[in-house]
């Protein structure tokens, strides 16, 4: 599995876009990037996923260097409802992929996103 | 769509009994479940994944028989800790999938103390 490298902690203010970053510089070709955050006593929530092109949805928007060893995770308008730990995992995915990590999601600490007024 | 539950939210057991925790997919047909289990301040530690009518996949260092996982349907898997002592108090959450490569959906956990 490649791994993931997030910063411990940031901070954003109410109705600003928060901005997530994550590197993944040892991903592989069949690697997704996925992007899951875990309010405080319940179960991680997915966000979103993309393996090279930007990806946006109702929730947020995916960006992938094109080299895709990194990737930023944009919250265009954080509410507090936003504060989290968010989690940024690559996961094999291709179909041809095997192995005993086909498929799993290994979680790193990820990043503590704190939005305050 | 997707939505996974979990039941029951919370559990307070002797130690030596053993505990039935359920995942049900309630929108979606899940091949594929996953069990993960949280200790405080840590992050979520893969324990086994199943496939329905298959016997589960345990990650290395998880004890499958204290840790009995069923998935006999498409939408529900249980999680059976048995013989439960303290240090198997934590937070154990699913995850379902509709295959090995789809999207994984989270229930909302179980939080198990046993005294």
């Known amino acids: 599995d490649a791994k993931t490298t997030q910063p411990t902690s940031m901070d954003c203010a109410e109705g600003r876009a928060a901005n997530l970053p994550c590197n993944h510089s040892?991903?592989?070709?069949?690697?997704?990037v996925y992007w899951y955050r875990q309010i405080h006593s319940q179960g991680p929530q997915y966000i979103i996923h993309?393996?090279?092109n930007n990806e946006t949805n109702e929730m947020a928007s995916l960006i992938i260097t094109e080299d895709r060893k990194s990737s930023t995770l944009i919250l265009p308008h954080a509410t507090l409802r936003d504060t989290a730990v968010y989690y940024c995992?690559?996961?094999?995915?291709?179909?041809?992929?095997?192995?005993?990590?086909?498929?799993?999601?290994?979680f790193g600490q990820g990043t503590i996103l704190t939005v305050h007024p | 769509g997707a939505v996974v539950s979990q039941h029951p939210s919370r559990v307070i057991c002797k130690s030596g009994t053993s505990v039935k925790i359920e995942c049900r997919s309630l929108?979606?047909?899940?091949?594929?479940m996953f069990w993960y289990r949280q200790f405080p301040k840590q992050s979520l530690m893969l324990m086994a994944t199943?496939?329905?009518?298959?016997?589960?996949?345990?990650e290395q260092g998880v004890e499958k028989d204290k840790f009995l996982i069923n998935h006999a349907s498409l939408t529900l898997s249980t999680l059976t800790v048995t013989s439960a002592h303290p240090e198997d108090s934590s937070f154990y959450i699913c995850?379902?999938?509709?295959?090995?490569?789809?999207?994984?959906?989270f229930g909302p956990g179980t939080r198990l103390l046993v005294l």
């Open positions: 995850s379902a999938s509709e295959g090995w490569v789809e999207t994984q959906y």
């Open positions: 040892t991903i592989s070709g069949n690697e997704y």
């Open positions: 993309g393996l090279k």
């Open positions: 995992i690559v996961r094999v995915d291709g179909p041809n992929a095997g192995g005993t990590s086909y498929g799993k999601l290994t």
């Open positions: 929108d979606f047909q899940a091949t594929t």
């Open positions: 199943s496939n329905e009518g298959s016997k589960a996949t345990y």
